[in-house]
């Protein structure tokens, strides 16, 4: 691996192990395999068990595979939705995912924060009509999060309509409360550090229960990637199509080197790199939090103002690192 | 990579340079890059040529990527039909393209042929109303062929419709006339002997106007993967989601590598293998070519017949070598 450093939330510098895993794939002709074989049943069992321990996933949620999160959005909305969908925006990432259900032809409604700030669960106030809300744990785009809490609020007001978090940047770190959270989804190009081209959708049966009751209303869910058609799929440990097999390979074997360090570890030690994160930016002068809230501040993807061009910023912490650069999954700087 | 003989059509052994162009992708860091970077416009820039060339691809084709051939299937459904689909069905992956069509609530209709059987042109009857043809160029369920010739006499009996080719397990054998074909779709895990979770669209200006037209009827043609949302970011060099940078880095080295050797004589190279697999399996009592008519017998995926159990001959072949087993792309053995 080069030793370039991406001033981007993602795709992120590889995991240190991946290469490894990749040459052990070839050396097991991993992507010449049947997606419909038991080697490869072997493989997903594996990638869903690990995930499982690594999320701390109860055994009534299930675990499918698509090409992208992106895909998820439209997936879900097609499968969960018949009319109406919910959507928390505060960034371009949330947004879109409202635009689609727009685009759909369902009738979305949004609450809408200022570019940087986030939601406290007062904020939401949800009408008896919408079958999902849809949150973001972590806005890539402005580096806001929303708590954990925060999500179990939301859901224990509005216990009728199923919530989806996008969870892309903030898995494996979040630690979500499952009874609150109905289905979650996310890539692994972030905070995995993989290559990117998969798609993680997790779900519970009251998913599966809507996305029948959506089918019976006469909506079109799509056809190979419809819930309940990567359900089926799911059970037997399969995917309609054949898969990134590589990708869901690699993602089983990342999840368990996370798991050899713990869920608890990786959280802490995340939580004390943006901790001196943050602490670095409120003391110098040149540099600024962009989330202000601490409640809103993502411990995952930190995004600082700069009073001198982000540009020559860059140049000077490759050059001479002035920043303490190894300590965060990942540092945004604005003002480019 | 192991020596594993996998006897079935793909995923295929990966082609041999595709260790030391996955060695190369990890020193230059292609899984870590942004897919709005200029390095990522410089590969997709690249894969592109490469497909054009090998393909023999004229300038007013496009070429836009997605998370598998089976969901071109169904991008093209959606983007490409308004109400009348026309399927020529042989086999389970056409059944599938057919099936997906009635899923999606179009009104397709279909030419169905004898399992091992294909179709010559003048079986082919279409009515006016059909907005797409859907032919299947190589049948892999089957090992059965649809000549180049044929596409063309199809196309030309019925120039107002759009004729889509799946030519999974054919391209970069078949020698296509781009005067008569519209679009092609595969993936890249069979003849390309390349991991996975890709999947390759290509299509012309007609296929554009189409879709606006379908659009402007106000069919519901998806989101971020509808014809024109790839078709605007192909323009870029972009796609709509975070792709499998990996694979489309791959897909360019490999055809890169292929060209090299020259579209002409890959032709001429598996004729020749395929020609000697037919021979075996006509003189040899035990065996016989499952497709029986020599023009739709494929020269990339050879079924046959066995007198014995298939489980048998596979071990035979394994342990002898019985059959001359490193000549043909894919060999699935019938009667299992």
Redesign the interface.
């Known amino acids: ?2 030793n ?1 450093i ?1 001033f ?1 939330p993602g ?4 995991y240190p192990t ?2 490894s895993h ?1 040459n052990n794939a ?10 419909r074989s038991k080697k490869f049943h072997e493989i997903y069992r594996h990638t869903d068990s690990q995930l499982r321990e690594l999320l701390g996933l109860p055994a009534d949620f299930f675990i499918s595979f ?6 998820i ?2 997936r879900a909305l097609q499968s969960l939705v018949i009319e109406h969908s919910y959507h928390l925006v505060n960034g371009s990432f949330s947004k879109k995912f409202h ?2 259900a727009k ?3 369902k009738k979305p409604q949004k609450l809408e924060a200022e570019f940087g700030k986030g939601f406290f669960h007062d904020d939401v106030k949800i009408g008896n009509e919408i079958e999902l809300v849809c949150a973001t744990a972590n806005e890539t785009s402005a580096g806001v999060y929303t708590q954990e809490s925060t999500l179990v609020e939301i859901k224990r007001k509005n216990t009728d309509a199923l919530l989806i978090v996008d969870a892309v940047s903030a898995v494996p770190f979040s630690d979500f409360d499952w009874d609150s959270i109905d289905s979650i989804l996310f ?1 692994v ?1 972030k905070a995995f550090g ?5 798609g993680v959708w997790v779900y519970n049966q009251k998913c599966l229960q809507k996305a029948d009751k959506v089918i019976k209303e006469g909506c ?1 869910t ?4 419809s819930l309940l058609s990567l359900y089926e799929n799911t059970l037997k440990y399969e995917t ?8 869901i390979y690699l993602l089983g074997k990342v999840a368990e080197d996370m798991n050899k360090i713990g869920k608890k570890n990786l959280r802490s030690q995340t939580l004390e790199k943006a901790k001196m994160m943050y602490q670095f930016l409120e003391k110098n002068d040149s540099y600024s939090a962009f989330v202000k809230e601490p409640l809103h501040q993502s411990p995952t993807v930190i995004v600082a103002n700069t009073s001198k061009s982000s540009k020559d910023v860059i140049a000077k912490v490759i050059a001479n690192c002035e920043l303490p650069i190894s300590l965060a999954i990942a540092f945004l700087i604005l003002n480019n």
Do not use: K, R
Request: aromatic fraction near 8%; charged fraction near 10%; glycine fraction near 10%.
């Open positions: 691996m080069s370039t991406y981007t795709p992120a510098q590889l991946v290469a990749i070839l050396l097991e002709d991993i992507a010449s395999i049947s997606h698509t090409g992208s999160a992106t895909e959005w439209e635009s689609f685009e759909l032809g890539s190009q993989l290559p990117a081209g998969l079109n799509g056809t190979y990637h309609p199509e054949t898969p990134n097999v590589l990708g």
